[in-house]
């Protein structure tokens, strides 16, 4: 049979009994104390840990976005360039300069005489593409603005093919004026 010490103690009457159950009290006082701090720990510990997958999370789903943000103007680019691949006007080095307006830079663009009348007429439209210009309808631009605006450099307002309604109508202009 197996005695606690403190059994023992009493029966040998070093101890009172009074004495033995404040000594037990007091042990179960520290030992719960010790629990108490125990799971202290523990429930700082696990609440680190789920800061931390919190936080893990919170960084992969910014990522994710990122990167989702990154594939979609991937994909705008691709139908840009599709867009202007398709639809651009031959480069056939024209005879007219036809001057445009690329952020504060003045550029000029060589064009046949028709394709310099349309552009001004706001029927075809400038947009940058690579390292260059092209020429492409309007309606293309109007897709392409649509998408990405920065992409049209230049594109002039429509304008009736039939002015009918010029407020300078009436007004004859002399054969003989020189410009």
Same mark, same amino acid.
């Given at each position: 049979?197996?005695?606690?010490?403190?059994?023992?103690?009493?029966?040998?009457?070093?101890?009172?009994?009074?004495?033995?159950?404040?000594?037990?009290?007091?042990?179960?006082?520290?030992?719960? @104390? +010790?629990? $108490?701090?125990?799971?202290?720990?523990?429930?700082?510990?696990? #609440?680190?840990? %789920? !800061?931390?997958?919190? =936080?893990?999370?919170?960084?992969?789903?910014?990522?994710?976005?990122?990167?989702?943000?990154? @594939? +979609?103007? $991937?994909?705008?680019?691709?139908?840009?360039?599709?867009?202007? #691949?398709?639809? %651009? !006007?031959?480069?056939? =080095?024209?005879?007219?300069?036809?001057?445009?307006?690329?952020?504060?830079?003045?550029?000029?663009?060589?064009?046949?005489?028709?394709?310099?009348?349309?552009?001004?007429?706001?029927?075809?439209?400038?947009?940058?593409?690579?390292?260059?210009?092209?020429?492409?309808?309007?309606?293309?631009?109007?897709?392409?603005?649509?998408?990405?605006?920065?992409?049209?450099?230049?594109?002039?307002?429509?304008?009736?093919?039939?002015?009918?309604?010029?407020?300078?109508?009436?007004?004859?202009?002399?054969?003989?004026?020189?410009?």
């Amino acid at each position: 049979m197996a005695n606690s010490f403190g059994d023992q103690f009493l029966k040998a009457g070093l101890v009172s009994k009074d004495k033995l159950n404040k000594a037990k009290k007091s042990r179960h006082r520290q030992k719960k @104390a +010790e629990n $108490k701090k125990n799971s202290e720990i523990v429930n700082e510990a696990t #609440e680190s840990a %789920r !800061l931390a997958a919190a =936080e893990k999370v919170s960084r992969d789903r910014e990522l994710n976005q990122q990167q989702k943000e990154v @594939a +979609e103007r $991937k994909a705008v680019q691709a139908q840009i360039r599709q867009l202007v #691949e398709m639809n %651009r !006007l031959p480069k056939d =080095e024209g005879e007219v300069g036809y001057n445009f307006q690329d952020g504060t830079a003045i550029k000029k663009l060589f064009v046949s005489q028709e394709i310099h009348d349309k552009l001004g007429r706001g029927l075809h439209a400038i947009v940058k593409f690579d390292a260059g210009y092209e020429v492409i309808p309007s309606v293309v631009a109007e897709k392409i603005k649509l998408r990405d605006e920065s992409c049209i450099v230049s594109q002039a307002a429509t304008q009736a093919e039939n002015e009918d309604d010029d407020s300078y109508a009436d007004f004859k202009v002399p054969d003989d004026l020189m410009w």
